[in-house]
C-alpha cells in the first residue's frame, strides 16, 4: 500500500529564508506525486506535480520540487519566504494506474509559519 | 481561481435538518469526488463518481447521501448529522481517463459545515 510521510507538522522560517518542506513517499513503482497549499479557511490549490519526465518540477508563487526516486522523495522548495506563504502545505501520491477509482494518499500536512 | 464551485460556503445545521451541499464544474471532468476534512487534518475521500456512477463509497455512514444529477453537477445530501460531522467538505473533479491531466484532482473552495 502506498504511504506519504511529511516530517514536521509545523515549520516556523524568516521572511526571505529558504523554505523546506519534506516528503517521502513509500510505493512499489515511482507514483505521481503533488503538492497542494491551503491557505486559511480555504479549499486546497495544487502548487505542482510530478508524473514523469524532468525530476525538477516548477509551480506556482516560486516553489519547485525535485523527485528524487533513490531516495523515494519529493521535497518542496522555495528559495526566498513571503509572508503570503504562511499556509498548510500537503504533500500526495497516487497510483500511475489512473480512473477515478485511483485514490490520493495524502500525507499528514506542515503547517508553515512566516516570522517578519 | 478554482473551476470547482461550491455552495454553499457555510452552512448550520440542527441534527434533524436535512440539507444538501452542492458543487459545479466546467472542466469537463468525469470524475468527481466529495473528500471531508477536519481541523489541522488531511482531506478524507469519502465518495468517489465516475461518469455519473458511484464508484467508491469510503464505508460513509448513510446518513450522507451523494448524488451526481449530470457530469457537472455533484450534490451531497445531509439527513440526521452528528455534532462529530462538523468540518469542511471539499469538491473535487479530474479526467476519467486521466488523458493528458495524469490524475490530477482539481478542488473547490469548500463548505464549512456546523452541526448542531
Known amino acids: 500500500a502506498q504511504s506519504v510521510t511529511q516530517l514536521g507538522s509545523h515549520l516556523s522560517v524568516s521572511e526571505g529564508a529558504l523554505v523546506l518542506l519534506r516528503c517521502n513517499y513509500s510505493?512499489?513503482?515511482?507514483?505521481?506525486l503533488f503538492w497542494y497549499v491551503q491557505y486559511p479557511n480555504q479549499g486546497l490549490q495544487l502548487l505542482l506535480k510530478?508524473?514523469?519526465?524532468?525530476?525538477l518540477v516548477k509551480g506556482i508563487n516560486g516553489f519547485e520540487a525535485e523527485f528524487k526516486k533513490s531516495e523515494t522523495s519529493f521535497h518542496l522548495t522555495k528559495p526566498s519566504a513571503h509572508m503570503s506563504d504562511a499556509a498548510e502545505y500537503f504533500c500526495?501520491?497516487?497510483?500511475?494506474?489512473?480512473?477515478?477509482?485511483?485514490?490520493?494518499?495524502f500525507g499528514t500536512g506542515t503547517l508553515l509559519a512566516i516570522q517578519p | 481561481d478554482t473551476e470547482v464551485t461550491q455552495t454553499p460556503k457555510h452552512l448550520v445545521m440542527g441534527m434533524t435538518n436535512k440539507k444538501s451541499l452542492k458543487c459545479e464544474q466546467h472542466?469537463?471532468?468525469?470524475?468527481m469526488y466529495w473528500y471531508k476534512q477536519k481541523a489541522k487534518k488531511p482531506p478524507e475521500l469519502m465518495f468517489v463518481?465516475?461518469?455519473?456512477?458511484?464508484?467508491i463509497n469510503e464505508s460513509v455512514p448513510s446518513r450522507f447521501s451523494p448524488e451526481c444529477p449530470n457530469s457537472s453537477l455533484l450534490n451531497l445530501h445531509l439527513h440526521a448529522l452528528q455534532p462529530e460531522d462538523s468540518a469542511l467538505y471539499l469538491c473535487a473533479s479530474s479526467q476519467d481517463p486521466p488523458g493528458q491531466d495524469l490524475n490530477t484532482i482539481y478542488f473547490g473552495e469548500g463548505s464549512w459545515l456546523t452541526v448542531v
Open positions: 472542466m469537463g471532468h468525469r470524475a
Open positions: 510530478y508524473t514523469t519526465g524532468a525530476t
Open positions: 463518481y465516475s461518469y455519473e456512477k458511484l464508484s
Open positions: 510505493s512499489s513503482v515511482p507514483p505521481y
Open positions: 500526495a501520491v497516487s497510483d500511475k494506474d489512473g480512473g477515478a477509482t485511483n485514490k490520493l494518499i
